[in-house]
């Protein structure tokens, strides 16, 4: 079964406006962490953002902000103000395993953004 | 800081060829992992070395695929023999793992191409 799913392959939004990548996931753990990476076209994955399934509070880092919406078991990606440098690959992914050391993370399939001047 | 390192950067084998990646973690990093990403798709966890020890190589196709960490640092993957669905980028990344979530943080990653 799909775990994470990423339901837009591609997503198109003009500079300076906001744009929502969405994200679900699926798991049985209470405990469980999830993660946005940015992957531009040189292939490296930016670690952009992290969500705990206990963090009372959204996730915000600078313009990238996480809507958790635990009981929709929905993550969704919010950039704020986007910049032609903002287009590439955005993956959503789901650490499981509780807060140990292991930390396996499932990958969805990605959204390509799109940002134009 | 530097980054986690990753070489070569590309590469292009015919079938049934061997080839080999390196991988230098974050300076202080006990935990690494290998990822394969194929064209479309997110990555895909391949192994995870806990210090020089493996702790989870459950998708890594063992009768083609290797890899190591000797002292706990640096870390190969190895193909041997390759098939073409081996063409991937192979993506390394590193976590320090008391770190309050355990975040990974990618190498540039290394495009494999199997003609």
């Known amino acids: 079964a799909q775990k994470i799913t990423q339901t837009q392959p591609g997503m198109f939004v003009q500079e300076k406006e906001a744009v929502t990548l969405d994200c679900t996931y699926d798991?049985?753990?209470?405990?469980?962490?999830l993660f946005w990476y940015k992957q531009p076209s040189s292939g490296e994955m930016i670690f952009l953002i992290y969500?705990?399934?206990?963090?009372?509070q959204n996730a915000t880092e600078g313009r990238y902000s996480l809507n958790f919406q635990k009981a929709r078991k929905s993550a969704n990606l919010v950039i704020s103000a986007s910049q032609l440098g903002d287009s590439a690959m955005y993956f959503c992914?789901?650490?499981?395993?509780?807060?140990?050391?292991?930390?396996?993370?499932?990958f969805g399939t990605g959204t390509r953004l799109l940002v134009s001047p | 800081e530097a980054g986690v390192a990753q070489s070569p950067r590309y590469k292009i084998i015919e079938k049934r060829q061997s080839v080999a990646f390196w991988c230098n973690p974050i300076?202080?990093?006990?935990?690494l992992y290998w990822y394969q990403q194929i064209l479309g798709q997110g990555p895909k966890l391949l192994i995870q070395?806990?210090?020089?020890?493996?702790?989870?190589d459950s998708q890594l196709p063992k009768d083609r695929f290797s890899a190591e960490r000797l002292k706990g640092v640096d870390s190969t993957l190895k193909i041997q023999p390759a098939k073409l669905e081996d063409s991937a980028v192979y993506l390394c990344?590193?976590?320090?793992?008391?770190?309050?979530?355990?975040?990974?943080?990618f190498g540039p990653g290394t495009r494999l191409l199997v003609l």
């Open positions: 070395f806990q210090n020089n020890g493996v702790v989870d």
């Open positions: 992914a789901m650490r499981e395993g509780g807060g140990t050391g292991f930390q396996k993370l499932v």
């Open positions: 300076s202080g990093h006990a935990t």
């Open positions: 990344a590193s976590s320090f793992t008391s770190g309050p979530t355990g975040t990974q943080y």
């Open positions: 969500q705990g399934s206990y963090d009372e």
């Open positions: 798991t049985s753990d209470q405990s469980y962490g």
